[in-house]
T-cell receptor, first 117, second 110 residues
């Protein structure tokens, strides 16, 4: 398994500013991901954080808005840029741990609750 | 593309058994996950089925039929603390990517 921590746990930010969320895993993991969960909804994948290269973004998400870094196998950051109230959400870091072959297990951090005013 | 369907809400009685169904359509199937999520908390991993059949883990069991694109999560001896959302998610062979369904909110009543 993997234990994942995130900082900050919550924040209230003003419109137009940016917030960087940090994610730390207690062991080296194969893949790291960033998800968003809006109130009452399920998880939406934002991007896959690739170690040493640019993140892979899902449809509807772009690098300019959500720049992601992954400098090593245990750490990643997500920045929410030029925030608007629509960005208010819970942002979740996730890590996939390979089980053998192509199979894997996936774990989540506690999330960062972001409110944009 | 991928499509995952599960019921929006279910209600069951404490001590009973409940089955939460999930159907999916995907390319590059790489296993099916079930997660539990209590309000305001992160999802907690429950199960991961790659092969057809039933896997039992305490009060929780998960079943997969790849040919039918179907899975279910079975919860036995329901407890009040089992009231939560249960998320069905499908893994993809392209980079261990996991896509989530909308979730089923389970209400356990006394």
């Amino acid at each position: 398994s993997a234990v994942i921590s995130q900082k900050p746990s919550r924040d209230i930010c003003q419109r137009g500013t940016s917030l960087t969320i940090q994610c730390q895993v207690d062991s080296q993991v194969t893949m790291m991901f960033w998800y968003r969960q809006q109130p009452g909804q399920s998880l939406t994948l934002i991007a896959t954080a690739n170690q040493g290269s640019e993140a892979t973004y899902e449809s509807g998400f772009v690098i300019d808005k959500f720049p992601i870094s992954r400098p090593n196998l245990t750490f990643s950051t997500l920045t929410v840029s030029n925030m608007s109230p629509e960005d208010s959400s819970i942002y979740l870091c996730s890590a996939a741990v390979a089980r053998g072959g192509t199979t894997y297990e996936q774990y989540f951090g506690p999330g960062t609750r972001l409110t944009v005013t | 593309g991928q499509n995952i369907d599960q019921p929006t809400e279910m209600t069951a009685t404490e001590g009973a058994i409940v089955q939460i169904n999930c159907t999916y359509q995907t390319s590059g199937f790489n296993g099916l996950f079930w997660y539990q999520q209590h309000a305001g908390e992160a999802p907690t991993f429950l199960s991961y089925n790659v092969l057809d059949g039933l896997e039992e883990k305490g009060r929780f069991s998960s079943f997969l039929s790849r040919s039918k694109g179907y899975s279910y999560l079975l919860l036995k001896e329901l407890q009040m603390k089992d009231s939560a959302s249960y998320l069905c998610a499908v893994g993809n062979t392209g980079g261990f990517k996991t896509i989530f369904g909308a979730g089923t909110r389970l209400f356990v009543k006394a």
